[in-house]
């Protein structure tokens, strides 16, 4: 029988040298599966770091043992809790990945996103919850022009405690090879894609691929908190 082995990388790089906003975590669950997590608490708030840290932990505390709409629901109760007990906002983004052998399930809110690379082929497998996304479903903005529009970081949807966000749930196949990144808009807004499918073709070892990646987000300029996480499916002969 063959059972999923995962070869990770990551990195979460601050654009100053004050709190970094972004939050990345894995964990192993169990019958083999892989949990993938990636926060970014909104600048905006007074406590947006605090609020990917708590959103992040809650996550891995209770993948294992809950739906992935119930850990939404507990992290966004945790943020409400921490929120009121010091009368200052906070908001974060929350995306989570769990792989099992054949199949991803995502658990998405906000605008960190999650790439799907294999061989010379990438997807997106989230949708940002922002105003300039709106816009473009719409029909009144085009990428083109949404790449400069000036609310284009507008959320729409965040854990922020009040209970109003929508959940964004699907599914995807994968397959021995593939590659699953989660990163927040640092990065993303600096790194297009077809520049990640090239440095994933340059580099069988994730964590080359992901030092390339990292090297290439410092010598175009960090001018956000940048984060990303990455597995690498693969087999081997269980039990």
């Known amino acids: 029988m063959k059972v999923s082995e995962f070869q990770i990388a990551s990195f979460s790089i601050a654009s100053s040298e004050k709190q970094n906003f972004d939050a990345i975590a894995n964990a192993i669950l169990p019958r083999n599966r ?3 997590v990636i926060a970014d608490g909104v600048g905006s708030s007074l406590h947006g770091g605090e609020a990917a840290r708590l959103a992040v932990a809650t996550c891995v505390e209770m993948a294992s043992s809950a739906e992935i709409s119930d850990v939404f629901v507990e992290a966004n109760n945790r943020i409400n809790a921490a929120a009121n ?4 906002q906070w908001s974060t983004t929350l995306t989570t990945c769990i792989l099992d052998s054949d199949k991803a399930y995502v658990g998405h809110v906000g605008d960190t996103r999650i790439y799907h690379l294999r061989g010379a082929g990438i997807q997106t497998r989230t949708k940002d919850q922002t105003e300039a996304e709106k816009l473009i479903d719409e029909g009144v903005l085009s990428r083109e022009r949404a790449r400069r529009y000036p609310r284009k970081n507008v959320l729409l949807s965040a854990l922020n405690g009040s209970g109003d966000y929508e959940l964004q749930q699907s599914s995807f196949e994968v397959m021995r090879g593939d590659r699953i990144l989660l990163l927040s808009d640092g990065l993303y807004r600096q790194v297009g894609k077809h520049e990640i499918v090239q440095l994933s073709s340059d580099n069988n070892d994730v964590s080359a691929f992901i030092d390339a990646l990292k ?4 010598d175009r300029g960090i001018i956000d908190d940048s984060s990303v996480i990455c597995a690498e499916l693969n087999m081997k002969d269980g039990q």
């Open 34 to 36: 892989l949990l993938l």
């Open 85 to 88: 007990s010091d009368y200052k």
């Open 215 to 218: 090297a290439m987000l410092f």
